[in-house]
C-alpha cells in the first residue's frame, strides 16, 4: 500500500474530512463506516441499489468491471482505493446518526395502574419499553411508582448495514456466525447505548431497571433473541415462535456495567410472520378492537400492515409497499429529520411552489424530501393538471413550467424545487413518481380488499388509525385525494403516531395487558394479499392517480 | 402494421375499459382473432416494451397496458382455440417455491403474450417437480423462472438444476428482483432477463437460435 494515503471527502456544507487508507482491500462503504460515516448500504452492499452513491471527483477508483476514472458517480460498497480519490458524498447517501424517530404516541385505551414488574421505590422502580423497528429502534424509560415516561432515546436499527429490509436481513441470518453478527448489532450497537442514553437522560442508574417490554415485527424479535429467521423467508413463513416470550437480560448478551444478569425482558406476542408483536402492540393501544363501528390500523413503514375490525373480528394484512413513503430509493427522498421539506403546494398558472423544512430552514439548505412532501407533491400535481392519471408530467403543462424548474436527468423528467441550483437540485422525478405509485398502489389495494372481503365500504369505517412515522407530517386530505387511504374522508383518520412503542409501554404500566394481547394475537385472521384473485387487478387500478 | 389503430392505441394507453367494444368492432368489421391478435395486440405491446426500454414509460404504465392486453384476450382466445389457431412458440412460466409474489411474473407473461407466444401459467410458490411435470406434457420452447424474494433464490438454482437432471432441454429464462446476470449464469440458465421488456429480447433470442 502507499504510505500515509489519504482520501478527501466532501460533506455538506463544505465540510471536508481527510480519511487514512489503511487497507486498500476494503471497499469504500466500509472505509467509511470505519471512519464515522456509515452509508446507506441498504441492499446488503450487494452493489445492487443507489443508497451509497458518492460522487467522484478526482483521481480514481477500482470496482469489479474495472478502473472508473473522475468525474463519474460510483457505488461505494462496489468501489476500493486506487491510489488517490477525491469524493463527495451526498446528504442522501449517509445514514445520520440522529434519525427523526417517532418515539410519541396517542394512546387510546384506559390503562390499570399495576406494573409488569413490581416496583421497589428507590431500589428497582423504572422499567423500559422498546420498539425495535427495521429501520429505527426507540428505548422509553418509565417510572413505575408513578407511570410517569422519563426519557425517551431513539436510533437506527444497527443492522441496517446488513440490508434495509427484513428479506434481506433473514437472508444475512442464514448461517450461525452473522445470525451472532445480527443480534450483536441490534442488542450491543443499538439497544444497549440507547438504553444508557435514556438513563443519563431520566438521571437515573442502569441498576433501578426492574425490566423491560419488547415490540417488534417477528423477523426483528427472531434476530433479538438468537432464533434462526430462515423459515420467515420462504412461504408459509412460519415463525420459530409468536408467543410472548419472557427472556433475561444476558441470554441475548445485553450485560452492560451496572444491569442486574437476570433482569427480566418480556417480548409482546406476535400474530404471523409478516404481521408482528408490533401490530399487537397497535390493536391494543389504538383500542380499535373495542370500537363500536368497524375500525382499520394502518401502519405504514418499511413495510405497510393493516388491520381491520368489524364487529370484533380481526383481520389483517401485510403489503410489500417498500420504503418509497420513508424516502427510501428515491432521487432526493430522506425520512422526516431535521431540514427535510415536509410540505409542499404545487400550482400551475401562475406557477407557484411553497415548501416548508422540519425545523424551518429555507429551502437552500433543505436535505431532503421526506415522505409527507411527496404525497403533498402527488396530490398538488394531480390537482393543477401537472400530472397526469399515470403519474407523467402532461405535456403541455410542463411547457407552462419556468425552465428553470424543469430539469432532466438520463432523459426523464423531473421538477426542481428551487430555482436552477445545478445538478444537485432537490427534484421530483418521473422514475419517484411510478415507485412513489406503486407504494401507494400497494397500500391502496390492501385497504379495498380488506374491507371488501368484510364487505364493507370506504364510509363504512368509523375511525381509521394511521400508525408510523410517516403520519406525522402528513396532510391526511391529500393522502386521501391520492388514493393512498381511497375513499375515506379525514375526519375518519386518526395520526397515532409510534403504537408499537405505546403498546410496549401499556404492558408495562398494566400487567393485565400482556394476556389481553396474548388473547387478541390468536384471534386476528391473517389475509395473504398475493393469494386473493383481484388484488393484482385493485393494485393495477390503484397505481393510477385519482 | 398500423400503430394509430385505436385498438392499438388504447392497448398503449393502458384504457382497459375501451378495450371490450373497440375489439367487437373489429370483429363485426370482419377481422379475425388471430389477424387482431397479429396486427393490433402484437404492434401495441412492442411499441410498450420499446418505450419501457428507452425510458419512456415506466412500471405503472406497463402494467396497465399489459391489463389492457389482458382484457382483449379474455375475448380472443376462446375465439383462438375455437379457430384452431395454434402458436409458433409456447412458454411455461412461474414463481419459483417459497415465493408468492406474482405481479412481475404476470407482466412477463402478458409481454410474452404480446409477442405471439403461447403461455401457460402455473401461479406461485411452484416446486420443481411441477415446472419438470408441465415441461413434459407442454413441450414449450421456453420456461420462465421467476422470484421476487432474495431468499428463495436457492428454490430458482435448485430448480433449474432438477430440470436438467431430468434431461429436459427446454431454454430456461430467469428474472425478479434480486437476480442478476452473473446470478443467471452461475445457476445454468439460458438467458437473464432484468425486466419484462428485457424478458421478450431474451425470448426472442433464444427462439431464433432454434434450429
Same mark, same amino acid.
Given at each position: ?234 412461504a408459509p413463513f412460519t415463525p420459530r415462535f409468536l ?35 408490533d401490530i399487537t402492540a397497535g390493536i391494543y393501544a ?84 421526506c415522505g409527507s412532501a411527496y404525497v403533498d407533491f ?169 | ?71 382483449? @384476450? ?5 375465439? /383462438? #382455440? $375455437?379457430?384452431?389457431? &395454434?402458436?409458433?412458440?409456447?412458454? +411455461? *412460466? ?5 415465493? @408468492? ?5 404476470? /407482466? #412477463? $407473461?402478458?409481454?410474452? &403474450?404480446?409477442?405471439?407466444?403461447? +403461455? *401457460? ?13 408441465? #415441461? ?76
Amino acid at each position: 500500500m502507499s504510505a500515509g494515503a489519504q482520501m478527501v471527502v466532501e460533506l455538506d456544507h463544505g465540510e471536508r474530512r481527510l480519511i487514512p487508507i489503511i487497507d486498500e482491500t476494503r471497499t469504500l462503504a466500509a472505509i467509511c463506516a470505519d471512519h464515522g460515516l456509515p452509508l446507506n448500504t441498504r441492499c446488503g452492499r450487494r452493489g445492487l441499489c443507489h443508497g451509497c452513491e458518492v460522487l467522484l471527483r478526482e483521481g480514481s477508483l477500482r470496482t469489479d468491471a474495472g478502473l472508473i476514472p473522475a468525474p463519474a458517480t460510483v457505488r461505494a460498497c462496489q468501489a476500493r482505493w486506487d491510489g488517490g480519490a477525491t469524493i463527495q458524498i451526498p446528504a442522501r447517501s449517509r445514514i445520520e446518526h440522529k434519525p427523526q424517530v417517532t418515539e410519541t404516541f396517542a394512546i387510546a385505551v384506559p390503562c390499570a395502574h399495576q406494573p409488569l414488574f413490581p416496583p421497589e421505590p428507590g431500589v428497582r422502580d423504572m422499567a423500559a419499553a422498546i420498539d425495535v423497528g427495521t429501520t429505527t429502534v426507540v428505548v422509553l424509560l418509565a417510572d413505575l411508582v408513578t407511570g410517569q415516561v422519563l426519557a425517551r432515546a431513539g436510533g437506527f436499527n444497527e443492522q441496517i448495514r446488513f440490508g434495509d429490509n427484513v428479506v434481506t436481513r433473514i437472508e444475512a441470518a442464514r448461517h450461525p456466525e452473522t445470525r451472532a453478527a445480527l443480534q450483536s448489532a441490534v442488542v450491543l450497537e443499538t439497544i444497549q447505548p440507547l438504553l444508557l442514553q435514556a438513563c443519563a437522560l431520566a438521571q437515573r442508574p442502569l441498576n433501578r431497571l426492574a425490566g423491560g417490554t419488547i415490540s417488534g415485527n417477528t423477523t426483528m424479535l427472531h434476530l433479538l433473541v438468537g432464533e434462526d429467521p430462515t423459515p420467515l423467508g420462504v412461504a408459509p413463513f412460519t415463525p420459530r415462535f409468536l408467543r410472548g416470550r419472557k427472556i433475561s437480560a444476558d441470554s441475548i448478551q445485553l450485560t452492560p456495567l451496572g444491569l442486574a444478569p437476570e433482569t427480566p425482558l418480556q417480548l409482546l406476542p406476535g400474530i404471523a410472520g409478516y404481521i408482528g408483536a408490533d401490530i399487537t402492540a397497535g390493536i391494543y393501544a389504538t383500542g380499535m378492537a373495542f370500537d363500536p363501528a368497524p375500525s382499520l390500523l394502518v401502519d405504514i413503514g418499511t413495510n405497510g400492515e393493516m388491520v381491520l375490525q368489524n364487529g370484533g373480528q380481526l383481520t389483517a394484512c401485510a403489503t410489500a409497499a417498500g420504503p418509497a413513503f420513508e424516502g427510501c430509493g428515491l432521487l432526493c427522498g430522506t425520512r422526516a429529520r431535521e431540514g427535510a421539506v415536509s410540505d409542499l403546494r404545487l400550482a400551475l398558472h401562475p406557477f407557484q411552489l411553497a415548501t416548508e423544512v422540519i425545523g424551518g430552514a429555507p429551502l437552500s439548505r433543505a436535505n431532503g424530501l421526506c415522505g409527507s412532501a411527496y404525497v403533498d407533491f402527488l396530490a398538488t400535481a394531480r390537482s393543477s393538471g401537472l400530472l397526469g392519471l399515470t403519474g407523467r408530467f402532461d405535456h403541455a403543462a410542463w411547457e407552462s413550467v419556468p425552465a428553470s424548474h424543469r430539469m432532466f436527468d438520463d432523459g426523464r423528467r423531473a421538477l426542481a424545487l428551487g430555482e436552477a441550483n445545478g445538478a444537485g437540485a432537490l427534484r421530483v422525478s418521473e422514475v419517484d413518481i411510478a415507485l412513489l405509485l406503486q407504494a401507494k398502489a400497494a397500500i391502496g389495494a390492501g385497504l379495498e380488499i380488506l374491507l371488501q372481503t368484510a364487505g364493507l365500504k370506504a364510509a363504512d369505517v368509523g375511525k381509521l388509525y394511521l400508525a408510523g412515522g410517516f403520519g406525522m407530517h402528513l396532510d391526511v386530505a391529500h393522502a386521501i385525494a391520492i388514493g393512498l387511504l381511497p375513499g375515506f374522508r379525514a375526519d375518519q383518520v386518526r395520526v397515532v403516531g409510534n403504537t408499537a412503542l405505546a403498546g410496549a409501554l401499556l404492558a408495562l404500566l398494566d400487567r393485565n395487558t400482556l394476556a389481553e394481547m396474548e388473547d387478541l394475537s390468536t384471534r386476528v385472521q391473517v389475509l395473504e394479499l398475493n393469494l386473493v384473485e383481484h388484488f393484482e387487478d385493485s393494485y393495477i387500478e390503484h397505481l393510477m392517480l385519482p | 402494421m398500423n400503430d394509430q389503430h385505436p385498438l392499438t392505441q388504447a392497448i398503449i394507453g393502458g384504457r382497459r375499459k375501451d378495450v371490450p367494444q373497440l375489439v367487437q368492432q373489429c370483429l363485426d368489421a370482419g377481422e379475425t382473432a388471430g389477424s387482431i391478435v397479429e396486427h393490433r395486440l402484437v404492434p401495441g405491446m412492442a411499441i410498450v416494451g420499446d418505450r419501457f426500454k428507452r425510458n419512456e414509460i415506466f412500471v405503472p404504465e406497463m402494467l396497465l397496458a399489459a391489463r389492457a392486453m389482458k382484457e382483449a @384476450l379474455k375475448i380472443l382466445e376462446p375465439k /383462438l #382455440v $375455437a379457430a384452431g389457431i &395454434k402458436p409458433e412458440f409456447y412458454a +411455461v *412460466i412461474g414463481t419459483v417455491e417459497g415465493d @408468492l409474489h406474482d405481479i412481475g411474473k404476470n /407482466l #412477463v $407473461a402478458m409481454m410474452w &403474450k404480446g409477442a405471439n407466444i403461447e +403461455v *401457460i401459467d402455473l401461479g406461485v410458490n411452484v416446486p420443481a417437480a411441477r415446472y419438470i411435470e408441465a #415441461v413434459k406434457q407442454h413441450n414449450p420452447h421456453l420456461l420462465g423462472l421467476s422470484t421476487l424474494l432474495t431468499t428463495t433464490m436457492p428454490a430458482m438454482r435448485q430448480t433449474v438444476q432438477a430440470i436438467r437432471e431430468a434431461g429436459l432441454s427446454v431454454k430456461i429464462v430467469v428474472g425478479g428482483a434480486p437476480v442478476t446476470l452473473e446470478y443467471a449464469r452461475e445457476i445454468g440458465a439460458d438467458a437473464y432477463a432484468a425486466d419484462a421488456a428485457s424478458a421478450v429480447d431474451a425470448a426472442m433470442s433464444l427462439l431464433h437460435h432454434k434450429p
